[in-house]
């Protein structure tokens, strides 16, 4: 074990010493500061909670509805968006895509941020897509979404942040963002069934996909995990997987929520990639959940950290088909402390201070945020030739890369990282709920799982 993580060390300074003496106009940003820009624009975003309290423990007879002064129908939060859109034309636009399967209609919305630019080619930009609302019942994953196009439009601005050399990083960046990937389940949950996480037709769309598709545990839930009658045979999955083939994406974020916790593939496994890019999307999450959350949030494999194998889910079809080189799963929020009946309370917050709270270390981010005047931004194409056959290159070993390729995946690397700032509010508090998940998962509590007659799937 200790030699397997020499070996990473080893790769990873290889990286960094080959692309620090790059000569392409690349990003020259340390793996320290890169962690503290993910920091530094946490702030005042929805909540992302590792390892913290949620003490306030309720009755197994309360219901908790939603807070209309928090969230946003999904009518209103569709209207908002549209208006951002129509005063931010020359950087978003917006487009419904719509599909059905035997007399069932569904509908979701893209938007897609890319400041044109004379001098920059959108075939050099890289490509990112983001999915949030894929289970009804996480409003505050659409709310997340709302945050990030404000953020991306600079109507919400980041404290401590330097503008220009914010811009300069948005400027090498095509983001597509579906702020409700189920819209159709969310209206079921708006109208009541606060548990609902699946489609309009009672469908887990993030069971939907081709990957391990069908394949069912022992203690497979058919109302939770319901994968369809075949892979992508619901609209909403057909639509996804038709903008990820096409928009071929180097970067793929799924955002969920019910508990805390960074993962890469795989869903349907005990394992996680291997090769640069498996070994890259750890180090990202490992590197901000030790620098910021005191390594209290889970990292790693889906399939490896919650205690029970996903099959047919996006992420490992992103990963395995699409090849996508950085594919994750975010689970922003989640209130273990929540009685099995409170569904929105167990998957949203609740109270305006954990809905949008910042760091409680705002004050000495605002200091460090000097340090980025001594570095420089995004600037300079990428190699095109990486643009056109990534897919077959990601798995090949660090050895097989030559320098330039090393490079590129390097900028990657970088851009994934700054990828992660956009989204989430750091609150550091106890560790009473990460113990709480590690004992809620490990294999040997299976059966409180089975007693309950109903089992919660997170992602």
């Known amino acids: 074990m200790r030699e397997r993580e020499r070996e990473r060390e080893r790769e990873l300074l ?60 999904s009518d209103v939060l569709l209207h908002e968006i549209k208006a951002l859109v129509a005063r931010h034309s020359d950087s978003l636009n917006m487009e419904s895509v719509r ?38 019942r996480e409003l505050i994953t659409s709310e997340v979404a709302f945050r990030l196009l404000s953020v991306l439009t600079e109507e919400h601005i980041i404290p401590g942040t330097e503008p220009t050399t914010f811009q300069n990083m948005l400027d090498n960046l095509v983001i597509k963002v579906v702020p409700m990937e189920n819209l159709n389940g969310r209206k079921l949950v708006e109208a009541g069934d606060l548990c609902e996480r699946r489609n309009g037709r009672g469908v887990d769309l993030n069971r939907n996909w081709s990957v391990d598709w069908g394949k069912k545990e022992k203690d497979y ?102 090849k996508v080189p950085m594919s994750f799963t975010f689970e922003i929020y989640g209130n273990l402390s929540a009685s099995s009946k409170d569904c929105f309370r167990m998957f949203n917050p609740v109270d305006k201070i954990t809905f949008d709270e910042g760091p409680d270390k705002l004050n000495d981010a605002r200091l460090r945020v000097s340090t980025l005047s001594d570095e420089r931004a995004l600037n300079g194409a990428i190699d095109p030739r990486f643009m056109e056959d990534n897919r077959g290159r990601m798995r090949m070993e660090v050895l097989e890369l030559g320098m330039r390729e090393l490079r590129t995946y390097f900028r990657l690397f970088m851009l994934s990282t700054i990828l992660l700032m956009f989204m989430f509010c750091s609150r550091i508090s106890k560790t009473k709920n990460r113990q709480q998940l590690t004992s809620l998962f490990t294999p040997q509590k299976q059966d409180h799982r089975k007693q309950e007659q109903f089992r919660y799937d997170y992602f």
Not at 16 to 31: H, I, K, Q, V, Y
Not at 39 to 68: E, H, L, N
Not at 241 to 270: C, Q, T
Not at 296 to 305: D, E, N, Q
């Open 14 to 73: 290889l990286l960094r010493s080959t692309f620090a003496s790059s000569s392409m106009g690349a990003l020259l940003l340390p793996l320290p500061l890169l962690s503290f820009l993910l920091f530094v624009a946490f702030v005042r975003s929805p909540s992302f909670v590792c390892g913290a309290d949620s003490s306030s423990s309720d009755d197994d007879t309360s219901i908790t509805p939603i807070p209309r002064d928090l969230y946003r129908s």
């Open 99 to 136: 599909a059905g399967s035997k007399g069932y209609l569904a509908e979701v919305v893209v938007v897609t941020y890319n400041r044109v630019k004379k001098h920059i080619s959108d075939k050099v930009k890289f490509r990112i897509l983001m999915s949030f609302g894929q289970h009804g």
């Open 221 to 322: 839930d058919p109302y939770e995990e319901n994968p369809g009658t075949a892979p992508f045979s619901e609209p909403e999955a057909e639509i996804m997987r038709k903008l990820s083939l096409s928009f071929d994406p180097h970067i793929w974020v799924n955002v969920h929520s019910g508990m805390e916790a960074l993962f890469m593939p795989y869903d349907h496994k005990n394992t996680t990639p291997s090769g640069v890019a498996g070994r890259l999307m750890r180090s990202i999450l490992e590197d901000l959940n030790h620098r910021h959350f005191q390594d209290k949030c889970l990292v790693g494999s889906g399939g490896g950290s919650v205690g029970y194998f996903a099959h047919g889910t996006t992420t490992d079809y992103m990963h395995d088909v699409a």
